[in-house]
């Protein structure tokens, strides 16, 4: 259920942020094969069985149900769809000190919707702060998808996607649906996988017995499409959906690349997906590739916030463009948040060009 926000935390050095120890040097070759690995991964990357029990559907004649086939559920992309979009809902109610840890059990009583809908529209629904009954529930929600059909002018078939009813009995396909629509009409700073899709099992019951068949259900289209060309697919985009067994690679190239200069400063990296999260060492691995002492009081040595957090970054992107290279892709946020793959995009592009340094 939602409940109070913690901001995201770093995982620390277990010596302490200036530890002594410094990471193992490795030989000029064996870094060389390293980082020639990496850049050979990023460049080069290149039907289950229905489970369900027919005996635990009660249909009438002519009567049709649908359910999500469980190991689409499993679907890595689907997965990070969720956790994209309730990451952007927190960050965007983070004000209002509500966080939610799951769309389909936060979201289906209208309560976060009316929230979330009311600060991207900029409006006020007339509705009661909360509502306790089914009937309640369903009232607010009727009145969030009717403001949400006014503002996002969409034509029939797509607010078909949803309706009272689906968001209500916490069907994740019309949740998900609603907010890809929600995200995409408000410009959300955010980046949707692509093509996404479920496969729904859809049963119905005819002259006695009960038929299946399986329906693809797409969520996202591609980034362009949903848009309108404000993100465009990379290396890593390639590398996520085809060579996921390269990424590996990839992670202990780039590590080794800020540990030869952040060992310095006695500062080791040990985990790529956390320790940058803070923005700490990116600050500091600029100063060091470019050859200069970045002042203390130019950031938070030591941030307690997700805004201090995300300030360090912005920071860090600053001097990277300071320095001549082009505005990173990565949102700050995306990176505080320990979004992977937004990591990854800012340090290869460090890794490009200083990788001789």
Avoid at 68 to 92: A, C, F, G, T, Y
């Amino acid at each position: 259920m939602a409940g109070y926000p913690r901001s995201p935390k770093a995982t620390d050095n277990k010596e302490g942020f200036f530890s002594l120890t410094l990471g193992r040097k490795k030989k000029l070759k064996e870094v060389s094969d390293l980082e020639q690995e990496g850049r050979d991964a990023i460049d080069g990357g290149s039907s289950a069985p229905v489970d369900y029990d027919p005996s635990s559907f009660h249909l009438e004649e002519n009567e049709e149900r649908s359910m999500i086939d469980k190991i689409s559920l499993e679907d890595p992309k689907v997965k990070e769809l969720q956790r994209v979009l309730m990451d952007w809902i927190n960050n965007v109610l983070v004000e209002q000190r509500i966080i939610v840890k799951d769309i389909q059990e936060d979201l289906f009583d209208g309560q976060v919707l009316q929230k979330l809908l009311e600060k991207l529209g900029d409006v006020k629904l007339q509705v009661p702060e909360v509502t306790q009954t089914a009937q309640g529930q369903k009232d607010k929600l009727r009145a969030v998808l009717n403001k949400v059909s006014e503002q996002l002018q969409l034509p029939r078939w797509d607010e078909s996607k949803w309706s009272v009813d689906s968001i209500h009995t916490k069907n994740l396909t019309a949740i998900l649906h609603l907010l890809v629509a929600m995200a995409t009409h408000y410009r959300a700073p955010i980046r949707l996988p692509e093509r996404v899709s479920l496969k729904v099992i859809v049963i119905t019951k005819r002259d006695g017995k009960l038929d299946h068949k399986i329906v693809g259900e797409e969520i996202t289209t591609t980034l362009e499409e949903m848009t309108g060309g404000r993100f465009e697919r990379d290396a890593f985009d390639t590398l996520f959906d085809h060579a996921p067994d390269k990424l590996s690679i990839v992670k202990r190239s780039l590590i080794e690349f800020a540990n030869r200069h952040l060992e310095k400063v006695n500062l080791t990296v040990t985990d790529l997906d956390t320790q940058f999260a803070d923005g700490v060492y990116l600050v500091l691995l600029m100063g060091l590739l470019e050859g200069y002492f970045v002042p203390l009081y130019s950031f938070s040595l030591t941030p307690e916030t997700f805004e201090d957090k995300v300030h360090n970054i912005q920071f860090a992107f600053e001097l990277m463009q300071d320095a001549g290279l082009p505005k990173p892709k990565a949102r700050p946020e995306d990176v505080a948040n320990c979004e992977l793959k937004s990591t990854l995009r800012v340090l290869y592009n460090l890794f490009t060009k200083y990788k001789r340094v």
